[in-house]
């Protein structure tokens, strides 16, 4: 339009023109258009009308609204919302207070509090909280906007699909294929939300991660674009059934997740980026290597090294090196008669023989302290334990930086490494793994952890959404993570996975509804029950599917005391002792094979090794490349053994002998030289060990105002302050019955609140000797009054915490969320802060 206007000749006419066109652009709206829908609305069954509710018939439609105008004996005497300005007085309508439901408006003014529903411990007591909350996402976000704003760096949400099949409500009507504004009210329904998640995320480094079917995937994608235009978007397909599903002209085999990525954000590689096939199991795990500490090969005997011979002292309950002993005297003879306690470990070859280990005591003990020593398993067969290091080359790789230490294990004090980013890749935008698969790692496992009755529709691969929030998160293992779509629970049990896997303590947030499907409904209202009944809400989906998967996965069984059954896959790798094969070719006189060509014949019936590995002399095979030797003539062992040395990839040994003798003795030596086999392959977790994590439930509730206002609501505010710190320790509560105190110091929390400004002093002394405070929280109306006090408060703690945030109550409070009207507003002006 632009060009075409300076097309026009006339000047005045080209300047009208251009006027009228600036004119309209501000008034109308392209890219993606969506009617924005009358408000949500969320209805609240337990919640006895009062003057100013809006209200609806419980049997009628949750739109037919009225508002309270006053309540007396048992009566509502309401009107038509906005009647009284229509000119005049207008005669109420009269209801009973049982047939009325009270609604909330989306837009209006809310005052939020957590109801504790229940909770699992079954990590350390100081550590931080996992949390569910129960209740519609949009008042859940904007609570959490009170907590958490510009805290959290991973948002992953898996929203309805919108695909036409009831999968959704929209003020409590399901919304399917036949309603032809569907697409628009999924986009106001979105939109919404996303407004408020955006604030949660850190503005530099957060992450919103949403999962997405073909039904709706470009509308989101332009959704996001609008609502998130500062950040970098990226578009993962995610194949979750390679059987496909038939759906339209093709089989449907993926669905999608687009990242939105804040400036400041990196990702550190991985080992897997989650499509390359290239890499078998073996080597998409490959790990730096860590060699047998016994010695094979020459010098091997304990008389070729006494300084070598030495114990190592082992606590086998940790699996834990605990000393590492001195020579003993050749004159002397180690006690081997308390073998079977597994406290010690010689060096005892597998003959039975004594040998000698690789280093010495006073290097073993410099490697042990660096972690660079650990335990291996118990070998049955020689009666002590199989002792591992990182060898010179290791070390070596470790000072070049090839090799990077990850963590150092605070029990054994043994290190994980892994090959730096340089040996490693990004993680790309296609992922194609069998773990991702739906039915498998989605449905399948839901049904293993909740056992007979336990249902939900669609549960995501565990795996899945552990690969999406660690692609993210693998380098904070602080990290805050929410979920506003919660479902079945699958990313609090994917991070509990990570957690234990990398030792992180990241936190994570579910928020769900307690909605009940379309079919129960049905048979609970044949039964005379309604919402809000406590049968009802307990077929709901927060308390029949999300609190029970996440309880029992926690704690490793199901309330009937049934241990969970099977594995969890953790994505890291681990060595694991294979023996080597050996194989005798005793069909053959090793004379007869005396060409060149009759060893190619031997070695063609090998797979995996090819004939143009056969050379003159000829006398036996040994490849850097291959996992296979052979020896043609065992008259040449000798030079054989020295070629395998330091040959540890290779696994499979074949010997041309008819004598058994001559190769149960080969075999013997190639083990002594190589040691067992180390596989690296995937770490598995037993899910009936459950997770060392913490979970506390509540319930979304609404406080009255004027209650806050006259700060008549701290017991209600309690968990909001406790969560509002990092949710650290244990809950706090005020017992029942109790007065408020002048100031509330709990013990092994991370906060304190002063109730009455008359006791400062007191509070003042009581908290400068705590030196884990987090948050301080000061009740006061008078804004000077608490610059002064909050001052004073961080001077006390200058030294012990000082990084102590002061918070005003309830004013912080009251300001968050009467402004909650204007989703957009400013966040400086929420004041209350200093």
């Given at each position: 339009?632009?060009?075409?206007?300076?097309?026009?000749?006339?000047?005045?006419?080209?300047?009208?023109?251009?006027?009228?066109?600036?004119?309209?652009?501000?008034?109308?709206?392209?890219?993606?258009?969506?009617?924005?829908?009358?408000?949500?609305?969320?209805?609240?069954?337990?919640?006895?009308?009062?003057?100013?509710?809006?209200?609806?018939?419980?049997?009628g439609?949750?739109?037919n609204?009225?508002?309270?105008?006053?309540?007396?004996?048992?009566?509502?005497?309401?009107?038509?919302?906005?009647?009284?300005?229509?000119?005049?007085?207008?005669?109420?309508?009269?209801?009973?207070l049982?047939?009325?439901?009270?609604?909330?408006?989306?837009?209006?003014?809310?005052?939020?509090?957590?109801?504790?529903?229940?909770?699992?411990?079954?990590?350390?007591?100081?550590?931080?909280?996992?949390?569910?909350?129960?209740?519609?996402?949009?008042?859940?976000?904007?609570?959490?906007?009170?907590?958490?704003?510009?805290?959290?760096?991973?948002?992953?949400?898996?929203?309805?699909?919108?695909?036409?099949?009831?999968?959704?409500?929209?003020n409590?009507?399901?919304?399917?294929?036949?309603?032809?504004?569907?697409?628009?009210?999924?986009?106001?329904?979105?939109?919404?939300?996303?407004k408020?998640?955006?604030?949660?995320?850190?503005?530099?480094?957060?992450?919103?991660?949403?999962?997405?079917?073909?039904h709706?995937?470009?509308h989101?994608?332009?959704?996001?674009?609008?609502?998130?235009?500062e950040?970098?978007?990226?578009?993962?397909?995610?194949?979750?059934?390679?059987?496909?599903?038939?759906?339209?002209?093709?089989?449907?085999?993926?669905?999608?997740?687009l990242?939105?990525?804040?400036?400041?954000?990196?990702?550190?590689?991985?080992?897997?980026?989650?499509?390359?096939?290239d890499?078998?199991?073996?080597?998409?795990?490959?790990?730096?290597?860590?060699?047998?500490?016994?010695?094979?090969?020459?010098?091997?005997?304990?008389?070729?090294?006494?300084?070598?011979?030495?114990?190592?002292?082992?606590?086998?309950?940790?699996?834990?090196?605990?000393?590492?002993?001195?020579?003993?005297?050749?004159?002397?003879?180690p006690?081997?008669?308390?073998?079977?306690?597994?406290?010690?470990?010689?060096?005892?070859?597998?003959?039975?023989?004594?040998?000698?280990?690789?280093?010495?005591?006073?290097?073993?003990?410099?490697?042990?302290?660096?972690?660079?020593?650990?335990?291996?398993?118990?070998?049955?067969?020689?009666?002590?334990?199989?002792?591992?290091?990182?060898?010179?080359k290791a070390?070596?790789?470790?000072?070049a930086g090839?090799?990077?230490?990850?963590?150092?294990?605070?029990?054994?004090?043994?290190?994980?490494?892994?090959?730096?980013?340089?040996?490693?890749?990004?993680?790309?935008?296609?992922?194609?793994?069998?773990?991702?698969?739906?039915?498998?790692?989605?449905?399948?496992l839901?049904?293993?952890?909740?056992?007979?009755?336990?249902k939900?529709?669609?549960?995501?691969?565990?795996?899945?959404?552990?690969?999406?929030?660690?692609?993210?998160?693998?380098?904070?293992?602080?990290?805050?993570?929410?979920?506003?779509?919660?479902?079945?629970?699958?990313?609090?049990?994917?991070?509990?996975?990570?957690?234990?896997?990398?030792?992180?303590?990241?936190?994570?947030?579910?928020?769900?509804?307690?909605?009940?499907?379309?079919?129960?409904?049905?048979?609970?209202?044949?039964?005379?029950?309604?919402?809000?009944?406590?049968?009802w809400?307990?077929?709901?989906?927060?308390?029949?599917?999300?609190?029970?998967?996440?309880?029992?996965?926690?704690?490793?069984?199901?309330?009937?005391?049934?241990?969970?059954?099977?594995?969890?896959?953790?994505?890291?790798?681990?060595?694991?002792?294979?023996?080597?094969?050996?194989?005798?070719?005793?069909?053959?006189?090793?004379?007869?094979?005396?060409?060149?060509?009759k060893?190619?014949?031997?070695?063609?019936?090998?797979?995996?090794l090819?004939?143009?590995?056969?050379?003159?002399?000829?006398?036996?095979?040994?490849?850097?490349?291959?996992?296979?030797?052979?020896?043609?003539?065992?008259?040449?062992?000798?030079?054989?053994?020295e070629?395998?040395?330091?040959?540890?990839?290779?696994?499979?040994?074949?010997?041309?002998?008819?004598?058994?003798?001559?190769?149960?003795?080969?075999?013997?030596?190639?083990?002594?030289?190589?040691?067992?086999?180390?596989?690296?392959?995937?770490?598995?977790?037993?899910?009936?060990?459950?997770?060392?994590?913490?979970?506390?439930?509540?319930?979304?509730?609404?406080?009255?105002?004027?209650?806050?206002?006259?700060?008549?609501?701290?017991?209600?505010?309690?968990?909001?302050?406790?969560?509002?710190?990092?949710?650290?320790?244990?809950?706090?509560?005020?017992?029942?019955?109790?007065?408020?105190?002048?100031?509330?110091?709990?013990?092994?929390?991370?906060?304190?609140?002063?109730?009455?400004?008359?006791?400062?002093?007191?509070?003042?002394?009581?908290?400068?000797?705590?030196?884990?405070?987090?948050?301080?929280?000061?009740?006061?109306?008078?804004?000077?009054?608490?610059?002064?006090?909050?001052?004073?408060?961080?001077?006390?703690?200058?030294?012990?915490?000082?990084?102590?945030?002061?918070?005003q109550?309830?004013?912080?409070?009251?300001?968050?969320?009467?402004?909650?009207?204007?989703?957009?507003?400013?966040?400086?002006?929420?004041?209350?802060?200093?």
């Amino acid at each position: 339009m632009h060009d075409l206007i300076e097309q026009i000749e006339d000047k005045r006419e080209r300047e009208r023109f251009r006027q009228v066109w600036e004119e309209s652009i501000r008034e109308k709206k392209f890219g993606l258009v969506f009617e924005p829908h009358l408000p949500e609305l969320l209805p609240l069954p337990k919640v006895k009308p009062r003057r100013g509710d809006l209200v609806c018939m419980r049997e009628g439609s949750l739109k037919n609204l009225w508002r309270v105008r006053r309540v007396a004996n048992g009566i509502a005497f309401c009107v038509k919302p906005g009647a009284d300005g229509q000119g005049g007085p207008v005669d109420p309508v009269q209801f009973s207070l049982d047939e009325l439901l009270v609604v909330r408006q989306f837009g209006e003014p809310i005052f939020p509090a957590l109801v504790p529903m229940d909770q699992v411990q079954n990590g350390q007591v100081g550590a931080p909280w996992h949390t569910l909350i129960e209740a519609d996402n949009f008042h859940a976000l904007q609570l959490l906007d009170y907590l958490y704003a510009g805290k959290v760096d991973c948002i992953y949400i898996d929203p309805p699909y919108n695909t036409g099949a009831r999968d959704w409500k929209y003020n409590n009507d399901y919304v399917d294929g036949n309603d032809g504004w569907r697409h628009s009210k999924w986009l106001a329904f979105m939109e919404k939300r996303l407004k408020l998640a955006k604030r949660l995320l850190k503005p530099d480094t957060g992450v919103l991660i949403v999962t997405i079917d073909e039904h709706e995937v470009h509308h989101l994608g332009m959704l996001l674009e609008r609502e998130y235009p500062e950040a970098h978007q990226q578009l993962v397909t995610i194949v979750i059934n390679q059987k496909g599903v038939a759906q339209g002209r093709l089989s449907r085999a993926e669905e999608y997740a687009l990242f939105c990525f804040n400036p400041a954000v990196t990702l550190a590689a991985h080992h897997d980026d989650l499509l390359s096939p290239d890499r078998g199991e073996s080597k998409r795990f490959q790990t730096p290597r860590w060699e047998w500490l016994l010695r094979g090969g020459t010098n091997s005997r304990r008389e070729d090294r006494y300084g070598l011979f030495f114990p190592i002292t082992v606590d086998p309950a940790l699996r834990k090196i605990v000393a590492i002993g001195d020579p003993l005297p050749p004159d002397q003879q180690p006690d081997l008669s308390n073998l079977a306690n597994r406290r010690t470990a010689w060096p005892l070859r597998t003959d039975g023989t004594l040998g000698n280990w690789r280093v010495s005591p006073p290097t073993l003990r410099l490697l042990l302290a660096k972690g660079y020593v650990r335990l291996g398993g118990f070998d049955e067969a020689r009666g002590t334990w199989t002792v591992l290091y990182l060898g010179q080359k290791a070390q070596k790789q470790i000072e070049a930086g090839v090799i990077e230490v990850v963590r150092k294990d605070e029990v054994t004090g043994e290190v994980e490494v892994r090959y730096t980013e340089a040996q490693q890749r990004s993680i790309k935008t296609v992922w194609h793994r069998a773990t991702h698969d739906a039915g498998n790692y989605g449905s399948s496992l839901l049904r293993g952890i909740l056992g007979e009755g336990g249902k939900f529709s669609f549960p995501k691969s565990l795996y899945a959404t552990r690969d999406a929030v660690a692609t993210v998160v693998r380098d904070r293992p602080d990290a805050l993570i929410l979920d506003f779509f919660a479902g079945s629970g699958t990313t609090l049990n994917a991070v509990n996975l990570l957690n234990a896997t990398d030792g992180g303590q990241r936190r994570c947030i579910l928020v769900t509804n307690n909605e009940v499907s379309a079919e129960d409904a049905a048979m609970l209202s044949e039964r005379g029950l309604q919402q809000g009944d406590a049968e009802w809400e307990a077929q709901g989906i927060c308390r029949a599917v999300t609190w029970p998967r996440s309880k029992f996965t926690i704690l490793g069984h199901r309330d009937d005391g049934a241990a969970l059954t099977g594995d969890y896959l953790t994505g890291k790798a681990v060595d694991r002792e294979r023996a080597r094969n050996f194989t005798q070719i005793g069909f053959v006189d090793p004379a007869s094979i005396d060409t060149l060509a009759k060893k190619k014949q031997v070695v063609a019936l090998i797979d995996g090794l090819p004939q143009t590995l056969v050379k003159e002399p000829g006398t036996f095979v040994v490849s850097d490349d291959h996992k296979a030797s052979v020896l043609f003539d065992p008259s040449a062992a000798d030079d054989w053994l020295e070629a395998l040395e330091g040959q540890d990839h290779i696994s499979d040994f074949y010997i041309v002998t008819p004598t058994k003798r001559v190769f149960d003795s080969l075999k013997v030596r190639v083990v002594e030289l190589l040691g067992p086999l180390l596989v690296a392959e995937e770490e598995k977790r037993p899910m009936g060990a459950g997770f060392a994590a913490n979970l506390a439930y509540f319930k979304l509730d609404f406080l009255d105002k004027d209650r806050v206002a006259l700060k008549q609501a701290f017991r209600e505010v309690l968990p909001l302050l406790w969560l509002k710190a990092g949710a650290v320790g244990p809950r706090p509560e005020l017992p029942r019955g109790a007065a408020e105190p002048p100031f509330f110091d709990p013990a092994g929390t991370n906060f304190a609140v002063l109730l009455d400004e008359g006791a400062f002093r007191k509070f003042v002394k009581t908290i400068g000797k705590r030196t884990d405070l987090s948050v301080v929280y000061i009740v006061t109306d008078a804004d000077e009054a608490f610059k002064d006090m909050a001052d004073e408060v961080r001077h006390a703690l200058r030294l012990v915490s000082p990084n102590v945030e002061v918070v005003q109550l309830y004013k912080d409070y009251l300001a968050n969320f009467l402004i909650n009207t204007r989703l957009d507003h400013d966040l400086n002006g929420q004041g209350g802060q200093a």
